[in-house]
Nanobody, 116 residues
Framework: VQLQASGGGLVQPGGSLRLSCVASGSIFIPNAMGWYRQAPGKQRELVARITNDGTTNYADSVKGRFTISRDNAKNTVYLQMNSLKPEDTAVYYC???????????WGQGTLVTVSS
C-alpha cells in the first residue's frame, strides 16, 4: 500500500488549507484513514481519523476547525483545515490502518506552515 499526500503550504493565521491523500495498492477493508502531525521538537500526534462508514475522531485541539472526509471509491482522504493557528504548523502525515489499532501505512508527509 502506498499513500501520497498533497496540499500543504504556507498560510496566514485564520486561513484555510485542504490536504489530500490517495491510497493505492492492496487496500484491505474495512479500514481507517487519517492524519497525524509532528511539529518541531514534539511527538507525532493524532489529528483526525475516519473509518469506511464515516465514523470520525478528532484531536481536541482541532475540533470545530478541521473536517476529515473520505471518498471510498477513490481511496482518498481529505483534511479541510480552517481558522488555522501558528500552533498548527507541522508536517502532516496521512495513514491507513485497521479499524482498531494503530496505523500500518504512512504517507511521506506534507508541511503546513501557519505564519504571518
Amino acid at each position: 500500500v502506498q499513500l501520497q499526500a498533497s496540499g500543504g503550504g504556507l498560510v496566514q493565521p485564520g486561513g484555510s488549507l485542504r490536504l489530500s491523500c490517495v491510497a493505492s495498492g492492496s487496500i484491505f477493508i474495512p479500514n481507517a484513514m487519517g492524519w497525524y502531525r509532528q511539529a518541531p521538537g514534539k511527538q507525532r500526534e493524532l489529528v483526525a481519523r475516519i473509518t469506511n462508514d464515516g465514523t470520525t475522531n478528532y484531536a481536541d485541539s482541532v475540533k470545530g476547525r478541521f473536517t476529515i472526509s473520505r471518498d471510498n471509491a477513490k481511496n482518498t482522504v481529505y483534511l479541510q483545515m480552517n481558522s488555522l493557528k501558528p500552533e498548527d504548523t507541522a508536517v502532516y502525515y496521512c495513514n491507513l490502518g485497521p479499524l482498531y489499532g494503530r496505523p500500518i501505512y504512512w504517507g511521506q508527509g506534507t508541511l503546513v506552515t501557519v505564519s504571518s
